[in-house]
């Protein structure tokens, strides 16, 4: 029997993904699949988002008005999640969750997308993998004794741990201020302030600092980690070793060069090579979300590359 061929297969099945099949399919397009390694669309959101964490449609600042059709307005990470069930829902999306590509493959007539066990054929292709599908890692070795107690989100934490958080953006001021009701939290950024983050977590931890709910490291670096006693000792460039019950990095997440390098997509200043169509030098294949940006992006920026993208697929076609 051969093979099935849809027309468009996206990889990845966050905002810029969903954004890009729905527009697709708005205008005409069928046979679209939506691939995702997670069990379900919006893996960043539901990892490193905590409960009724708010969820802007711009990014540190940036305004960027909406294009397409669909129309996102700020809320909660679960009016968010809702939302784009909704999306989803009413407009026959085929979402393969737990399905992991390897690799895209040029084939005549299009593209094989490389799965365990097997492959999906496509016309045209649109990666749209987050950077925090893949967290940064600390340049340091992790000891493998205490691996378990290293993290990249607030999942494995409990309470009556003194707990070391690594970072100054958003999400690391989030899981400080969170944590710091239940367990003595100290935060650890290379910078002088949290200028990154935006206001309401900027209040947020200075309103922690002030009351001694966290203690804060700035200007200083970590460069080795040890296990003593079961515990994790941190070993600081400006200040004495200490030792902690978990450390939690949030120091962002990096582009999925590997995968992209494997499937012939060029990566230049750590972003894969893209024309104003958001199409990269493999002919067919797109690119789309904040893996273009070079510090991430907007929930309305991926919104918005769904919809240019989708209309560049349409001209090609015609």
């Known amino acids: 029997m051969q093979q099935h061929i849809y027309n468009l297969a996206i990889i990845g099945a966050g905002p810029a993904g969903i954004a ?6 708005l205008l005409g397009i069928r046979d679209i699949v939506l691939i995702e390694k997670d069990q379900n669309h919006n893996a960043t959101i539901r990892k490193y988002y905590k409960d009724n964490k708010r969820v802007d449609k711009d990014w540190q600042g940036q305004k960027v008005e909406l294009d ?24 026959s999306v085929e979402l393969k969750t737990h399905t992991e590509v390897q690799k895209i493959v040029k084939v005549d007539g299009g593209f094989e997308v490389m799965i365990a066990g097997g492959s999906i054929k496509a016309r045209y292709v ?6 925090m599908g893949k967290p940064n890692k ?3 070795k992790i000891p493998s004794a205490i691996k378990s107690k290293i993290n990249f ?9 003194k707990v070391l958080v690594v970072g100054g953006g958003d999400s690391a001021i989030e899981y400080a201020v969170d944590l710091c009701s239940n367990n003595s939290v100290t935060i650890c950024y290379r910078r002088e302030s949290f200028a990154r983050a935006n206001p309401t977590n900027q209040s947020d931890i200075a309103n922690a600092i002030a009351h001694k709910e966290i203690e804060p490291y700035l200007q200083v670096n970590i460069t080795a980690l040890e296990e003593q006693d079961g515990r994790v000792k941190v070993i600081f460039d400006e200040l004495e070793p200490e030792l902690f019950d978990r450390v939690i990095y949030a120091i962002g997440g990096t582009t999925p060069s590997a995968f992209l390098s494997s499937s012939g997509i060029k990566i230049e200043d750590g972003t894969p090579v893209h024309d104003e169509h958001y199409e ?19 929930i309305a920026l991926g919104l918005n590359h769904g919809f240019y993208i989708a209309n560049h697929i349409l001209s090609s076609k015609e």
Do not use: M, W
């Open 126 to 131: 649109v990666v749209t993998i987050g950077r």
């Open 280 to 298: 990269s030098n493999v002919e067919g294949i797109f690119v789309a979300g904040d893996i273009t940006q070079e510090r991430g992006g907007s």
């Open 20 to 25: 890009t099949a729905v527009e697709s399919y």
């Open 68 to 91: 397409g059709n669909i129309y996102f307005l700020d809320g909660t990470k679960e009016t968010t999640l809702d939302f784009f069930d909704e999306v989803i829902k009413n407009h």
């Open 153 to 161: 989100t607030i999942d494995e934490a409990s309470s009556q741990e």
């Open 138 to 140: 600390p340049d340091y």
